[in-house]
């Protein structure tokens, strides 16, 4: 059953526009989906029944950096590992105060047990990292440097990829150097591009730091998202309309959402992938052939890099069925072009550490973008109950021609970010 109305939620602007309703039982956070997976149009339009016959994530720990993550979600059951609470609020990291990470974990590893969310890496495991957004730290006394001490924890832990589906409108250093410290020990580190391109599009952190890889959202269509901030910090894009996530912290209930936090998801799950697969190669290595099969619109110039879409949209089926995408130098940054010194990281264990040390890499500002926007208006409302739309570009990695991708008249304008600052205003991405 669908039923109409918006939701806006806490983490990062996730707007809600549909809702999966479900019954709760008791008070525990067991409910399941009436049928989540039918509403999953990016899993067949990425072909993701063909990818999980060659990889399903199997071996890659990803850190979920985010709200926390229920580990007695039906889709979730046997797929988190200890984590830890950085925000030091009240509760653990397995007590999501708004159910946004239980939903980002189950876009990435979701069983889709009970008619729940199944994941893209289906067999990858999750860390969860809680940190507070604005709202929770207005609420209640948490630990100011909790995003910080996340990522440089997640770097020590058994991790090789960071999700990070949390944003802020200011720069901040301590935070930018555990995110190059993350870098420096072998890790990927995907975050959300931002929700509001629409209303001043300032750059996000820590999507806007070069050590990271900012990821921007597609729709259906294969267009950039019109909500999705854009700018030549921008490195992929993936799928973030109309992606199933629960509702509210009572885990009743998905909505069907929108946000680069989806994107995020959906990107880092990607790269569990294709590193499930080549269980050898670095971090550089399956970045780069992310960037290299992404799928790019007719009249892409070669070479070049989208403000709105980066190096294109995630496609692993095309490396995964088809071998496309070069991993090239095992020691160089795709992005930065510079030596990062990282190690591929062990193998996953049961626990993940605290706070770890700071440690410095030397980076170079991302691509220059080109300028490419989305060539018509999203559209608002709820879909069909059932649809299965997936004209997604043919994102599974076959011919991008259904990629809907226009080119702006005029360059775009990216806004400067801002100094150091005190206040941290943190929102879902």
């Keep these: 059953m669908i039923e109409s109305g918006r939701l806006r939620r806490a983490f990062l602007g996730t707007t809600a526009i549909a809702v999966l309703t479900t019954s709760l039982v008791g008070v525990a956070p067991t409910a399941v989906a009436a049928d989540a997976r039918s509403q999953q149009w990016y899993l067949d339009a990425m072909k993701a029944e063909e990818i999980w016959k060659k990889t399903t994530g199997k071996g890659i720990t990803v850190a979920v950096i985010d709200s926390g993550v229920d580990p007695d979600t039906p889709s979730l059951k046997g797929k988190v590992l200890k984590g830890w609470d950085a925000s030091e609020s009240k509760g653990e990291e397995t007590d999501d105060y708004s159910g946004h990470g239980t939903s980002i974990a189950e876009v990435i590893v979701g069983s889709g047990a009970g008619g729940g969310i199944r994941g893209l890496a289906p067999d990858a495991r999750v860390i969860p990292y809680r940190v507070a957004d604005t709202e929770r730290q207005n ?23 960071i999700n990070v589906s949390v944003a802020s409108d200011y720069y901040n250093e301590g935070i930018r150097e555990a995110v190059k410290y993350a870098q420096g020990k072998g890790k990927l580190v995907f975050a959300g591009a931002g929700n509001n391109a629409t209303k001043g599009n300032k750059p996000q952190y820590p999507a806007s730091y070069p050590e990271a890889v900012a990821v921007a959202a597609s729709d259906r269509d294969g267009s950039v998202a019109e909500y999705s901030q854009h700018g030549d910090t921008i490195d992929i894009a993936a799928p973030g309309t109309d992606v199933p996530g629960y509702c509210d912290k009572s885990l009743a209930k998905y909505c069907l959402s929108e946000g680069t936090s989806f994107s995020t998801a959906i990107a880092s799950a990607s790269a569990a992938l294709i590193w499930s697969m080549h269980p050898d190669w670095t971090g550089n290595q399956v970045l780069r052939v992310m960037l290299d099969s992404a799928a790019r619109g007719d009249g892409w110039e070669p070479g070049t890099v989208s ?28 992005l930065t072009k510079k030596p990062t010194g990282g190690a591929t990281g062990a193998a996953p264990s049961a626990t993940a550490s605290g706070p770890g040390s700071s440690g410095t890499s030397t980076t170079a500002p991302s691509a220059t973008a080109s300028t490419q926007a989305p060539d018509g208006e999203q559209t608002s409302g709820a879909p069909v109950a059932g649809s299965t739309e997936s004209a997604a570009a043919e994102a599974d990695g076959g011919s991008s021609t259904g990629l809907v991708i226009g080119i702006a008249a005029a360059a775009v304008v990216v806004l400067a970010g801002a100094g150091f600052v005190l206040a941290r205003r943190r929102r879902s991405a």
């Design 307 to 334: 403000d709105f879409l980066g190096h294109g949209i995630v496609r692993p089926n095309a490396h995964v069925s088809r071998g496309e995408g070069d991993p090239g130098d095992a020691n160089i940054n795709p």
């Design 139 to 161: 609420e209640q006394a948490v630990n100011a440097f909790d995003m910080e001490e996340s990522i440089k924890a997640a770097a020590d832990s058994d991790a090789k990829i």
